[in-house]
């Protein structure tokens, strides 16, 4: 496995590019980075530090990875980007570094699929497996959890949670937390129901599927308290383990749960 760089490539003396890593051309990377094995960048791409890449990654052309946070409170503190292995990040997309006001770090973690014009604040943190559409838009210290699909042109407001495996429909524009399961669309957003064919592509069981789609009933369809429909949702279906998934995030929400 070889390392193949393009001569119009500029690489920092610091930068840390393991076996089998290709650089297209045109492309920078700054002091500061390391890229893990097999990971191909595509040309015409900056890529800043401190970033550490893992493995096999994908970016292409023009995409902006690791740069300071737009945030004005921002003074060149050496935060950083944490990228997993398996990512694919498409054209045009921005990922920026954390702020040292908060965990001083963006991280993304694995397998996730970032479509072109995606862009990826400061203090983020993505799970795996996620989804992306062109144009989604996280705000500074947004959390996305596991299998989590963000349609086109999402807006996430900051320090919102969507939990995982939760769907959200095209310009959606999100300012509080999206309970796991629930598919959401509409600026601003609102509760469509579960997502459902997301569930059955997981294996999820028809048992928990049927429990996932009865508590929706009760949190969103009842007329009751969100304290009110937990402790119902716990007394009737409480033996699932996606149940307890759902409560725990409700019961941990800072900005309410989308209603």
Not at 53 to 63: C, D, K, M, S, T
Not at 141 to 150: E, K, R
Not at 183 to 203: D, Q, W
Request: proline share 4%; with cysteine; hydrophobic share 40%.
């Amino acid at each position: 496995m070889s390392t193949l760089i393009h001569p119009t490539a500029i690489i920092h003396p610091q930068a840390e590019l393991a076996e089998g890593v290709e650089v297209g051309a045109y492309t920078v990377i700054g002091a500061k980075v390391s890229i893990g094995k097999g990971s191909r960048i595509a040309s015409h791409v900056v890529i800043d530090g401190p970033t550490s890449l893992g493995e096999f990654n994908q970016i292409y052309q023009f995409a902006s990875v690791g740069a300071a946070p737009q945030d004005k409170k921002y003074k060149d503190e050496p935060t950083e980007l944490i990228i997993g292995d398996r990512n694919v990040i498409r054209e045009c997309c921005t990922l920026n570094r954390g702020t040292a006001q908060d965990k001083g770090k963006t991280v993304i973690g694995n397998d996730n699929w970032i479509m072109a014009y995606v862009h990826i604040a400061h203090d983020c943190i993505v799970g795996n497996n996620t989804i992306f559409a062109n144009s989604a838009t996280l705000a500074g210290h947004v959390t996305i959890q596991d299998w989590v699909i963000l349609g086109g042109f999402t807006l996430v407001h900051q320090f919102c949670t969507i939990g995982e495996h939760a769907f959200t429909g095209m310009g959606s524009a999100i300012s509080k937390d999206v309970p796991p399961f629930a598919m959401v669309s509409g600026a601003p957003a609102e509760p469509h129901g579960i997502n459902l064919e997301g569930l059955k592509r997981r294996g999820f069981s028809k048992e928990s599927i049927h429990a996932i789609k009865e508590a929706h009933k009760i949190l969103y369809r009842q007329n009751l308290g969100v304290d009110e429909a937990l402790t119902k949702i716990q007394t009737e279906l409480g033996a699932d383990p996606s149940i307890q998934t759902l409560i725990a995030f409700a019961k941990h929400t800072q900005r309410g749960l989308i209603r």
